[in-house]
């Protein structure tokens, strides 16, 4: 069977500091990834997807980038953490682009 | 507003009651899809529902799409404690996948 794994669960930052998250899928190959953030008491805002690796599509212009360096790896980074980044991170991967979407646990992430 | 509008916002039922939302958008479609989401947690996949499709069942889960109208509903049968979350619409559309805010359901006991 399939699992995804996020990770760390919770975070705090201060601002202007770098971030890394990681997310890594397991029992599946070459999965249509996406990263999303999700504003409290909201819906899911598309930030980055990627059909393969070092295949990334930006979303929404911003202070974050996307990288997948394995098939089953993707990471979402940023260089300097702005007070408007904090919020849940959702990874989640799929066998087809835009169909059935299976998500990991979520980070959340606090700029101080 | 957005495609994938959840309506209501809010809804709390009596444990046993069935519980209905709602979801519309704008433009044509090719697959929508609903998602649960318990406070603090990942997304759960319920249901997809092709355009081609006027009604799909999962358990005490029932989906009805009306293309003419733009909208899906979902059913919730028989609710349970554990049915108290937030459900999300999403609509699949000129390959990109729109999510709509979400219906938060409290089952009371």
């Known amino acids: 069977s399939q699992t995804i794994h996020q990770w760390p669960a919770t975070l705090v930052q201060p601002v202007g500091s770098p971030l890394s998250l990681e997310c890594t899928v397991e029992?599946?190959?070459?999965?249509?990834l996406y990263w999303y953030r999700q504003a409290a008491g909201r819906g899911l805002q598309l930030l980055f997807y990627?059909?393969?690796?070092?295949?990334i599509s930006s979303e929404v212009p911003q202070n974050l980038s996307a990288s997948r360096p394995q098939d089953r790896q993707f990471i979402l980074s940023s260089k300097k953490l702005l007070l408007s980044d904090s919020g849940f991170y959702l990874c989640?991967?799929?066998?087809?682009?835009?169909?059935?979407?299976?998500f990991g646990p979520g980070t959340r992430l606090l700029v101080l | 507003s957005q495609q994938g509008e959840e309506d209501p916002q809010a809804l709390s039922i009596q444990e046993g009651e069935n519980a209905t939302m709602n979801c519309s958008y704008k433009?044509?479609?090719?697959?929508l899809q609903w998602y649960r989401q318990n406070s603090g947690r990942g997304l759960v996949h319920l249901i997809l529902?092709?355009?081609n499709e006027r009604e799909k069942h999962s358990g005490r889960l029932r989906v009805t799409l009306d293309t003419s109208k733009k909208s899906s509903s979902l059913l919730i049968t028989a609710s349970r404690a554990a049915d108290t979350a937030s459900y999300f619409c999403?609509?699949?559309?000129?390959?990109?996948?729109?999510w709509g805010a979400g219906t938060k359901l409290i089952i009371k006991p």
């Open positions: 989640a991967w799929s066998r087809d682009r835009w169909e059935t979407q299976y």
């Open positions: 029992g599946t190959s070459n999965p249509n």
């Open positions: 990627s059909v393969g690796i070092g295949q």
């Open positions: 433009t044509s479609i090719n697959n």
């Open positions: 529902i092709r355009s």
């Open positions: 999403a609509t699949n559309s000129n390959y990109q996948l729109i």
